[in-house]
């Protein structure tokens, strides 16, 4: 091969999608690193030998090469992420146009592929979600610990559709497969600092190498990154938002001989953040009809002489007395044995992991002492045990059983309180001085905390088969038995050494408080119950793949599956703390195509998904603004669409890329919706059924560019460049006309200069480089106050990368 060619390769990135996303690559196409790759030279060359070859995947539990996949799937490898600069799950969104992350706070993050995984941000701890995140074959079980930093990735893989087989009953939108770079033979260290803007800076670390011969390696590595705030507290005058996160990792690869291969790993994540500061997004008077909203966010303050904040939630800036902070620990350990029998091979994965989550918030967006406590602490604790034997090679007909198990209790602290402003705020004009007197007196300072305990075992056997009916033709069928069983409960007690001690006061008095605080309008009354629920399921699919030739793959599958039910193990789950399970339908035909010497890679695919007893998040207005929080069943919501990738290296140097996904994603049938916020005086429900679902966009395409040219022997200049654009979506449940999210676009490059060898590779970047303004969420109050959450800002800097 010419040095040329051999650049190429050594720089080459890839984001390859099988049957509808986005596929980014830079120069030559290039494959995942797999268990004998590492990052150095000599996969450089490997690169090169391998020119136009799919990546390989495990998307189906083995490896295979991805266009041979009858799977949808985006595929994003190292060297993608090298060149984007994304390391979390939510930059990387905005690569694969299907997946979209919704994120307030990592508790409260909501993960869709095709519209579905989670009607809402809101995190309830008794409930499941849709789309699985799995980090080296270890399921992660709450969507908070997917929102850490990703270090040393080999790749991830995106999975649209039920995954229910292999991956769990609880996957029934889809999957998040991350893989990391395994211990390497061959010593190698990768160094990596950045600086930019709003005091950005960070460090990456990978280093491995054998300890006895080729027996035994270790990988280290480890990331630090902080940012500023880009939010300011006029409170106090300092910054919110800000990002401060530390990842460690370590492994251990055994191969006692050349059949058995054990891996080890062990790792912790710290993040601490300064969020949310709640921001003002603008005011209303009336209600959605027309009416004049009584006792509105001017009447309020007015009554306090308070200087409303800014109607503008672009200006960044917020206004908060309480603390707010979302911190947060992770870590965990597990072990993979791989032992290949000749036939085939068997597979154990046994991981235990904690999540430990620390907030604090100040809801109610002003510097008046509204609401000062509304939180919840979690210390989730999960085993997992995983076995699998699969057959090797390719025979007449290839396998794969497996076994199943998880434990998982998640301990719940929760605490809510109201300041001395909260009844002058809250009660209308025309309440009795006295009455706001004495409300005042009952809630002032005084705490009622909160105990949940869901706990879940699960249980299941799956199995899998492709039968090579000829060497064209392949039908996969699998099926999955899932037993669970799941209990818990809630208990929500008064703090009596909080507020003012009734015990001081006349007993008439004293009962008449006591009776304030155990109203029901206010949230503070001591309650407790328990919830318990088994199920037994049955997940399944089959799918007929069918090669017209060598590079082209038509396909089509019909899957099967269900979501376990949930426990309203929360303070509004008390009239239904067992909400039934999902049960999906799904039908999928797709194209998987390469040509032109796999310079062309064209991918296409079609879906039906239907899911029954949708499971939801809901947030009901009790009174005021105080709200209660459960699950709830929708009978039927459906999405269908069509989403398709092209990608095209018209020579070493080029490569563009296209990819786009329409989808129309609705609820069938819901009409007991709880009532927007905005249409409170209009009853307390409404009927949603056939519209749109909330947190996914109709239209959403990526566009990508990357292009490189040799300036000398040893040099070479390089750029990368990808844009997003989401069309507009509503992120709240009720569907609220105030929780529309205008569409969007952003726009990220890097220019950059890299050594022949791979060695050095300096950059400057941008991300958002047009400095969009865009919302994250946006959201009404019943009293004319609306709030959003705001993307990032434009950021640059710029990364040096050092290899040995």
Do not use: C
């Amino acid at each position: 091969m010419n040095s040329a060619r051999l650049r190429a390769a050594r720089g080459a990135i890839v984001l390859h999608s099988t049957t509808a996303a986005l596929a980014l690559v830079a120069a030559t196409p290039a494959f995942a690193d797999t268990a004998a790759e590492t990052a150095d030279v000599a996969a450089a060359e490997a690169a090169d030998a391998a020119y136009g070859e799919p990546i390989l995947v495990t998307a189906r539990r083995r490896e295979e090469k991805s266009q041979d996949v009858p799977v949808a799937i985006s595929v994003v490898d190292a060297g993608t992420l090298d060149r984007t600069g994304n390391f979390t799950i939510n930059q990387i969104q905005q690569l694969v146009p299907s997946l979209q992350v919704t994120s307030t706070n990592p508790r409260n993050s909501n993960i869709n592929i095709r519209g579905l995984g989670a009607n809402s941000a809101i995190a309830v701890d008794g409930l499941e979600y849709g789309v699985g995140f799995y980090v080296d074959g270890v399921y992660f079980a709450r969507p908070g610990q997917s929102q850490f930093d990703l270090v040393d990735l080999a790749q991830v893989e995106v999975l649209r559709g039920p995954q229910g087989t292999l991956f769990g009953k609880n996957t029934t939108a889809g999957a998040l497969n991350v893989t990391t770079r395994l211990p390497s033979f061959d010593p190698d260290l990768t160094v990596e600092g950045t600086l930019g803007n709003y005091d950005y800076h960070q460090i990456r670390l990978s280093a491995s190498a054998p300890i006895v011969d080729d027996k035994v390696a270790f990988r280290i590595s480890v990331a630090d990154t902080h940012r500023g705030g880009f939010l300011l507290n006029l409170t106090n005058l300092t910054k919110a938002q800000d990002y401060d996160n530390f990842t460690a990792r370590g492994q251990l690869l055994i191969k006692p001989n050349t059949d058995v291969s054990i891996r080890l790993i062990g790792d912790y994540s710290k993040q601490t953040l300064h969020s949310n500061l709640t921001l003002i997004d603008g005011y209303f008077t009336t209600f959605a009809n027309g009416a004049p909203i009584a006792n509105n966010i001017f009447d309020r303050a007015t009554r306090f002489n308070y200087t409303l904040p800014t109607t503008n939630a672009f200006a960044r800036v917020g206004d908060a007395d309480s603390p707010y902070q979302a911190n947060m620990e992770s870590y965990g350990v597990s072990g993979e044995l791989n032992w290949d029998f000749g036939k085939a091979t068997l597979t154990s994965i046994t991981a235990y992991r904690w999540w430990d989550w620390y907030p604090a918030n100040d809801i109610d967006g002003t510097s008046l002492a509204i609401n000062t406590l509304a939180q919840q602490q979690n210390f989730q604790r999960q085993f997992t045990q995983e076995l699998r034997l699969a057959s090797n090679g390719r025979n007449t007909v290839d396998y794969q059983v497996g076994l199943f198990y998880l434990y998982q209790i998640i301990r719940g602290y929760g605490r809510t309180g109201y300041g001395k402003d909260f009844a002058a705020w809250n009660l209308p004009p025309t309440t009795p001085a006295a009455t706001i007197a004495a409300v005042s007196q009952a809630l002032t300072g005084f705490e009622a905390d909160s105990y949940s305990d869901p706990r879940t075992k699960s249980y299941a056997a799956f199995g899998q088969a492709d039968w090579h009916i000829t060497d064209t033709l392949t039908l996969t069928a699998g099926l999955r038995f899932t037993h669970e069983d799941k209990e818990g409960s809630f208990t929500r007690f008064q703090v009596p050494t909080s507020g003012l001690n009734l015990s001081t006061l006349p007993a008439a008095q004293a009962a008449a408080l006591q009776a304030i605080r155990d109203s029901a309008a206010y949230q503070l009354g001591n309650l407790t119950f328990s919830a318990k629920t088994k199920s037994d399921a049955l997940s399944g699919l089959i799918t007929l793949g069918y090669k017209i030739t060598p590079d082209v793959l038509l396909y089509g599958s019909y899957s099967h599956g269900s979501k376990s039910g949930g426990l309203n193990v929360t303070a509004g789950g008390a009239a239904r703390p067992v909400v039934d399970p999902e049960k999906v339908d799904s039908f999928e035909i797709g194209l998987k195509s390469q040509f032109l010497d796999n310079r062309v890679t064209f991918n296409l695919a079609a879906f039906l998904t239907e899911i029954r007893d949708y499971q939801t998040t809901v947030s009901e207005l009790i009174t005021g603004t105080v709200y209660t929080q459960y699950i709830d069943n929708i009978p039927k919501v459906r999405s269908k669409g069509i989403e398709a990738d092209l990608a095209y290296a018209p020579t070493d140097w080029l490569r563009f890329t296209a990819s786009g996904a329409y989808t129309d994603a609705k609820f069938v049938s819901f009409a007991n919706s709880p009532q927007a916020p905005d249409k409170s005086n209009q009853g307390g429900i409404q009927d949603l059924s056939g519209q749109r679902l909330p947190g996914v966009s109709k239209f959403a395409y990526s566009l990508g560019l990357d292009a490189s040219q040799p300036l000398t022997e040893n040099f070479e200049a390089y750029v990368h460049a990808d844009y997003l654009h989401r069309s507009s979506f509503n992120s709240t449940a009720t569907l609220s006309q105030y929780g529309v999210i205008p569409a969007y676009g952003l726009l990220n490059g890097r220019i950059g200069l890299r050594t022949a060898d791979g060695k050095y590779d300096f950059a400057f970047w941008a991300r958002n480089l047009t400095n969009e303004d865009y919302y994250i969420t946006r959201a009404p109050g019943t009293f004319g106050l609306l709030t959003g959450s705001v993307g990032e800002p434009r950021t640059v800097g710029a990364t040096l990368r050092v290899k040995y």
